[in-house]
């Protein structure tokens, strides 16, 4: 069946850094754009990076651009998302999201990152 997992969310400090991790299973992983998205107590789920089938093109909200790099392995059916000089305003649950199509795609748990001193 699909599953997408993702890991390495925890508690850190204002500044710091965390890597996320996604682990796909179940469907073809490089036929799919994968994102990430994130959402905070009380507010809506909101767009955080989003990548390619290749790799070759990546895209970022404002909010986090210049701050996360997202990244992915076709080899390991893996994306990743490294967060640096992370800020309170990061805390939420973060998911991973694979889509082909209107029809086609998935969602993953959540991992939840805290951003607090």
């Known amino acids: 069946q699909v599953q997408l997992v993702e890991s390495g969310g925890g508690l850190v400090q204002p500044g710091g850094s965390l890597r996320l991790s996604c682990a796909a299973s179940?469907?073809?992983?490089?036929?799919?754009?994968m994102k990430w998205y994130r959402q905070a107590p009380g507010k809506e789920r909101e767009w955080v990076a989003g990548?390619?089938?290749?790799?070759?093109?990546?895209d970022y909200a404002e909010s986090v651009k210049g701050r996360f790099t997202v990244s992915r392995d076709n080899r390991e059916n893996m994306v990743y998302l490294q967060m640096n000089s992370l800020k309170p305003e990061d805390t939420a649950v973060y998911f991973c999201?694979?889509?082909?199509?209107?029809?086609?795609?998935?969602w993953g748990q959540g991992t939840q990152v805290t951003v607090s001193s």
């Open positions: 999201y694979a889509a082909r199509s209107a029809t086609s795609y998935y």
């Open positions: 179940g469907f073809i992983f490089n036929n799919y754009y």
């Open positions: 990548i390619d089938f290749v790799g070759r093109r990546r």
